[in-house]
């Protein structure tokens, strides 16, 4: 892993963060597995009080566009998404203490996701266009569809139609504006 990175947060920009599957498998490769990380992208929106500005849920990734959590940090709501997604896709079995012993995969862990993530601070209104000209066109350039539209897992269709897709996009509704009192 590498050392000394350094995450930039508090400031209140926007963060463009990326995450893989574990050595690239397709966790996220069904419709239905898609619906759920958004389902969970959404409830964790919801819990950490952030605004999603665009994303794209891929078969082996995925990219978020969102602005500074009022409750914990990107790196926060990251870690969040990807143990609860987790938790929910790897089937929970209780095995008995002798079923353990006579399995051979009983002592290695399933991982779903890489263990770190890329965040990029936006800085600049330019870096944030382009980022949302980006992120729909992932599914294009993998041959998944011929236009962005066509995705169902990305933020396009609610800037092109305005529909409200599984994660609410611009919603800022979700914030707790703080006012400063007036000055004495």
């Given at each position: ?7 930039y947060?508090?400031a ?9 599957s ?17 389902t ?34 990107p ?38 996701w ?17 980022n ?53």
């Amino acid at each position: 892993m590498p050392t000394g990175l350094k995450r930039y947060y508090g400031a209140g920009h926007a963060h463009f963060i990326t995450c893989g599957s574990y050595h690239r498998m397709p966790w996220l490769d069904t419709a239905a597995r898609r619906d759920l990380f958004l389902t969970i992208l959404e409830e964790v929106r919801e819990r950490c009080r952030f605004v999603v500005l665009g994303y794209v849920v891929m078969p082996d990734h995925f990219h978020l566009l969102i602005g500074e959590p009022q409750v914990g940090d990107p790196s926060k709501v990251t870690q969040l998404v990807k143990q609860i997604y987790a938790q929910r896709v790897i089937p929970r079995t209780r095995q008995t203490q002798s079923d353990a012993q006579n399995s051979p995969s009983a002592s290695k862990p399933v991982h779903v996701w890489e263990a770190r993530f890329y965040d990029f601070n936006v800085w600049t209104e330019q870096k944030r266009v382009e980022n949302l000209r980006c992120i729909p066109r992932n599914p294009v350039k993998r041959g998944l569809v011929s236009e962005p539209e066509k995705w169902a897992w990305s933020s396009f269709r609610d800037y092109l139609f305005g529909q409200t897709g599984r994660v609410r996009v611009n919603d800022t509704d979700i914030v707790n504006m703080r006012v400063r009192p007036p000055a004495a």
